[in-house]
């Protein structure tokens, strides 16, 4: 058993995004977005499942935020959805939107809770996908347009901005492998959608930073895993330190170092992003923190001489078939403390684990595993902050059970249960283990 104190100040949260949780799809002036379509074409969503009521948060953010409360969060990271506030993705500005995100901040300060505002977690206006979406370059300005109108209406309140989720999915799983909106499998255009995320970030952040009317600070939140080895022998141990995390190659260096990844523009042969003179300068500018999501580790083999990625035999998985090993997160944390020089505060933006939980005749969910999962990377989180990471917070990956992509509601991430039938909640065993902790400031 481990007890650990995290610094005080350290920043407990959850976290969730707008096309996950809210519903309310075409309520309020709300545009469409590449979700939608996405989803309600046939074949694409487990269950032809949608996000059209998902689990009605638009309707119902007074009780989860006071399910937040009785849980003791400090800070909830949720997004907003670009097509609330600009229906058609440009142009005029629909107020009922920015009226609701409004009423969901004063909630949360209310409950004393912080916001952390991820302004694109995946839900893209449609009219901005039919003009090249992502793989068009105007989409930097276009998301810098937006980002200000947003930093401008709720940064007298919201301080913590986070301009885009993991732009690796958006990039690979959207454009390349075609398995997320808006599901086209073009790895040309994946590797210039990599370079227009960059950008759309530096932009944004400019933007943020400009239109808020109160000091904020902004960053990135970005997917990483780690490459560990898939035995203790010395040439899996090699092939793992060797092999490419194209998650990190493909964002870390343009961020923080101001280029991409030589090896892979010399693996990418001819798919090269186009670069503009000073669109480097943009990426790379100032990070106010880095946000990071942590899960899984990737396990790498050098057998037959290729060094591979394989399942470990021993290993423990979720229902995503992700392995649960926190040694990962540890490692990525303490890489990225190199790679920041250490001046960088880093926020792990979403960790957390979907299992097959059931209601018990007692009424409860004792998913002792979600619990279990927390343990094992919160010690990993304070094994690093120990180490030196400048560590700020933790946001457990979700509050609710929700709507996850193209695998519909078959994986349940959630602290608290959504009865996706009556929309009743109940908080889970973990949700309650997460709750002492937040009370001891420490692992338990
Ligand atoms: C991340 C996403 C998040 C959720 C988790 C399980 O990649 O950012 O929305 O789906 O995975």
Redesign the pocket.
């Known amino acids: 058993m481990t007890n650990r104190t995290f610094p005080q100040g350290f920043l407990w949260g959850t976290a969730t ?1 707008s096309y ?1 949780i809210e519903g309310a799809a075409r309520e309020d002036g709300r545009g469409e977005s590449i979700w939608d379509r996405f989803s309600q074409t046939p074949g694409k969503v487990v269950n032809g499942d949608t996000g059209d009521v998902a689990c009605d948060h638009y309707h119902l953010y007074k009780q989860d935020i006071q399910l937040m409360k009785s849980l003791g969060v400090s800070a909830y990271r949720f997004s907003v959805a670009w097509p609330r506030i600009l229906p058609t993705g440009t142009g005029s500005v629909n107020q009922k939107g920015i009226d609701f995100y409004s009423r969901v901040i004063d909630e949360l300060l209310a409950a004393g809770i912080r916001p952390f505002i991820t302004l694109y ?1 995946w839900d893209l206006p449609i009219e901005l996908h039919d003009r090249g979406g992502w793989t068009n370059r105007d989409i930097a300005g276009w998301f810098a347009d937006y980002a200000a109108i947003v930093a401008r209406a709720l940064g007298d309140r919201a301080q913590d901005w986070i301009t885009l ?2 732009p690796w ?1 958006t990039s690979f799983l959207g454009y390349d492998m075609g398995v997320h909106a808006p599901g086209i499998c073009n790895h040309h255009l994946a590797v210039q959608t990599v370079h227009n995320t960059l950008l759309a970030h530096g932009a944004g952040m400019q933007a943020i930073r400009a239109a808020s009317p109160t000091p904020c600070r902004v960053g990135i939140t970005l ?1 990483m895993g780690y490459n560990l080895p898939a035995t203790d022998s010395e040439a899996d141990r090699i092939a793992a330190e060797n092999a490419v995390d194209s998650v990190y190659e493909w964002f870390v260096p343009p961020i923080f170092a101001g280029h991409y990844s030589e090896r892979l523009l010399s693996e990418g042969g001819e798919q090269q992003p186009v670069v503009q003179p000073g669109d480097m300068a943009l990426i790379s500018a100032r990070n106010d923190f880095l946000g990071l ?1 942590y ?1 899984s580790p990737t396990r790498i083999s050098s057998a037959g001489g290729v060094a591979h990625a394989v399942r470990n035999p021993n290993g423990e998985y979720t229902e ?1 078939d992700w392995e649960v090993e926190p040694e990962g997160l540890y490692r990525i944390l303490l890489k990225l403390k190199k790679v920041t020089k250490g001046q960088v505060p880093l926020y792990i933006t ?1 960790n ?1 684990s979907a299992f097959l939980d059931e209601v018990a005749p007692d009424g409860a969910v004792h998913d002792e595993r979600r619990a279990a999962y927390l343990r094992g990377h919160l010690s990993a989180a304070s094994r690093a902050i120990t180490d030196g990471v400048d560590l700020r917070g933790y946001f457990e ?2 509050l609710l059970d929700n709507f ?2 193209a695998l519909g509601y078959t994986r349940r ?1 959630g602290l608290v249960r959504v009865n996706f039938a009556t929309q009743e909640r109940l908080i889970k065993d973990s949700g309650h283990y997460y709750r002492d902790v937040i009370a001891a400031n420490a692992v338990i």
Request: hydrophobic fraction near 30%; aromatic fraction near 24%.
């Open positions: 995004a996950q977690h989720n993991e999915c997917n999501n899960y995503m979403e957390g990956w979700s996850e992509w991430f």
